[in-house]
């Protein structure tokens, strides 16, 4: 079946730059999707990327697909304290109606 | 910002018991959805709705689970005779398009 993989923690310094990386197995998929879940909160999406494209940049993130490789990364430039979170990849399934999601990556920010 | 929301926010509940969770979509959105999260595990698919139907559901989904629309506001998911291994975070989402789903904050049921 379809699936998601990435990396479970990543630790940066405040004002250095994150790589989260995330593997996916469908390649039908229209879009993938980059949501963020803070402590006691629901899954906010942050920003997704259509399948045709390689490249999506939405202020500090930048998103990039690499269609061949089943390969999608979220770059978050200068980054925060308050982007400590779990970043989750998530890919959506061939009829196009769920999502299918990796189990997150912890990203601790530390100043 | 619209936003979607879920009631209540913890849900306890004795094994074999019948729960339903609430969930008010974004108002102009004409899909909806349920996921769960198992504690340490992925966020899964339970089921998706569209046109007052059941579009998608996975095999998690078997007969103690339903959901309604009973009304232009509420989407709700009901489990009819509650398990131990149902305790979960129970998220609803939404979505204008079926491209963008919205989710809401989350009901987290407890099944003693």
């Known amino acids: 079946g379809e699936d998601v993989e990435q990396s479970l923690f990543l630790s940066v310094r405040e004002g250095d730059s994150s790589v989260i990386n995330c593997t996916y197995t469908?390649?039908?998929?229209?879009?993938l999707y980059w949501y963020k879940q803070e402590p006691g909160a629901g899954l906010q999406l942050l920003t997704y990327?259509?399948?045709?494209?390689d490249m999506k940049q939405d202020q500090r993130l930048t998103v990039l697909l690499n269609k061949k490789d089943k390969h999608l990364s979220l770059r978050i430039a200068d980054t925060q304290t308050g982007d400590s979170a779990i970043y989750f990849c998530?890919?959506?399934?061939?009829?196009?109606?769920?999502?299918?999601f990796g189990k997150g990556t912890t990203l601790s920010v530390s100043s | 910002e619209p936003e979607v929301t879920q009631t209540p926010s913890h849900q306890v509940t004795q094994m074999g018991q019948e729960v339903i969770l609430r969930c008010v979509p974004i108002?102009?959105?004409?899909?909806f959805y349920w996921y769960r999260q198992i504690l340490g595990q992925k966020v899964e698919f339970l089921v998706s709705?569209?046109?007052?139907?059941?579009?998608?559901k996975s095999e998690i989904f078997d007969d103690q689970f339903s959901v309604e629309r009973p009304d232009g506001s509420n989407f709700t998911l009901k489990i009819r005779s509650t398990k131990l291994e149902d305790s979960a975070m129970y998220f609803c989402?939404?979505?204008?398009?079926?491209?963008?789903?919205?989710f809401g904050p989350g009901t987290r049921l407890t099944v003693l």
């Open positions: 990327i259509f399948s045709n494209m």
């Open positions: 469908d390649s039908s998929s229209t879009y």
């Open positions: 709705f569209y046109n007052n139907e059941i579009s998608e």
């Open positions: 998530a890919d959506g399934n061939q009829a196009g109606t769920a999502l299918i």
């Open positions: 989402a939404s979505s204008p398009n079926q491209n963008t789903q919205y």
């Open positions: 108002s102009n959105h004409l899909y």
